[in-house]
């Protein structure tokens, strides 16, 4: 067996925990399935695969959840994972290199978010998260969105590993979101009461008034969480900013949203920035520095939302030529985008506008010559 655990935190998880399971099963891990009151069948499904099933009484705070999942664990380097999650890829050779020459180090995982579209599970974004660990050096803090903590307090160096898993967490029904991101936005508010001087919170109370659609209460949260003194290369300060950026353009903002330019030298080499940028400036109408800033996002790495560097400026390039009149240029770009349905219907639409107008007018020429 590797000296690993695998530690899990679940509450009726009884239709996503045995895919979870599965797929850590080949590699040797101990799991640890810590339950925080099942009603549904998840226990019982976590005893197929699990070396440790262990009752924890949910207290509304993730973290003493995880770091009892810790404490109960054989192993001290340990492998977070969610129920929502399983493994797509793995390298146990990385691991062990990892834990013999990078011990003080916190491994980071890629993670691949994927949502429902048109009846099956597509790739909406890729985020990366702190997952493997040595617990005599790390713990959990924070009741919601917890975050690794030094136990010692000194700052941690990040290793991105190989692995990558598969989330689905976010795929779920209307219902089921706005009660999820309620109960975190409820716990995030309880958090904030002991630490309102933290922007990482006000930073996840905006993601959560986002999603439940609440933009203007976003926008409050996000301006308070940009005035602090931040760093411009964490990611989460990043995500901040283009998330309060396309919160003020769907509150109909986009001339507030355009004192981003005063921030572009921070963040101009983030692509979801350089992306939300050309949708201020064609929300301005301000075309042709829109088209410059698509032009640019092309071709940059990957954002954190999926096709910020592709499809996604491509087809916005192909809406604003399509006002400008250029039909040839908009359908170039809309072939470019195959896959993307909003793309591949407007150039359905402009391919048959065209070919009726050139019926009309062969049919008039017709006419003009009898």
């Not at 080949?26 to 009603?39: A, K, L, N, Q, R």
């Not at 493994?87 to 003080?104: I, M, N, S």
């Not at 986002?210 to 931040?230: H, P, Q, V």
């Not at 201020?280 to 954190?304: D, S, T």
Request: hydrophobic residues 35%.
């Amino acid at each position: 067996m590797q000296p690993i655990s695998v530690c899990i935190i679940a509450k009726n998880e009884e239709s996503r925990i045995e895919q979870c399971l599965s797929s850590l099963k080949p590699y040797g891990f101990e799991i640890v399935v810590v339950d925080t009151g099942s009603t549904d069948r998840t226990k019982e499904i976590a005893a197929r695969y699990a070396d440790k099933v262990l009752d924890f009484a949910w207290c509304d705070d993730f973290s003493a959840a995880r770091n009892y999942s810790l404490r109960e664990a054989s192993n001290n380097w340990i492998f977070m994972i969610d129920c929502d999650e399983s493994v797509k890829y793995l390298d146990l050779e990385e691991l062990t290199y990892f834990r013999k020459h990078l011990a003080d180090s916190v491994g980071s995982v890629s993670r691949e978010n994927l949502v429902t579209e048109n009846g099956t599970l597509t790739l909406n974004n890729t985020d990366y998260t702190e997952r493997f660990f040595d617990r005599r050096l790390y713990r959990y803090t924070g009741i919601i969105h917890e975050q690794l903590t030094p136990i010692r307090g000194h700052e941690f160096p990040n290793y991105l590993l190989k692995t990558t898993l598969l989330h689905t967490g976010y795929d779920m029904t209307d219902a089921e979101r706005d009660a999820k991101y309620q109960r975190n936005y409820n716990l995030l508010l309880k958090q904030l009461e002991q630490d309102s001087e933290n922007p990482y919170l006000y930073y996840q109370l905006g993601k959560s008034c986002e999603i439940l659609k609440d933009y203007s209460r976003a926008c409050e949260y996000y301006d308070k969480g940009l005035t602090f003194d931040l760093d411009p290369e964490l990611a989460y300060v990043q995500a901040m900013v283009v998330s309060y950026g396309n919160a003020l353009l769907c509150t109909g903002n986009a001339g507030t949203a355009l004192g981003f330019e005063g921030i572009y030298e921070e963040f101009g080499n983030v692509t979801d920035f350089v992306y939300l940028m050309g949708n201020i400036y064609r929300e301005n109408g301000m075309y042709e520095q829109a088209l410059m800033q698509y032009q640019k996002a092309v071709g940059m790495p990957p954002g954190k939302q999926n096709g910020t560097n592709s499809f996604l400026p491509v087809y916005q390039s192909g809406t604003i030529l399509e006002t400008l009149g250029d039909m040839d240029s908009a359908i170039a770009c809309y072939r470019q985008c195959t896959g993307f349905t909003p793309a591949e219907e407007k150039l359905t639409a402009l391919i048959n506008a065209a070919n009726k107008a050139a019926n009309e007018r062969t049919a008039t020429s017709d006419t003009e010559t009898n």
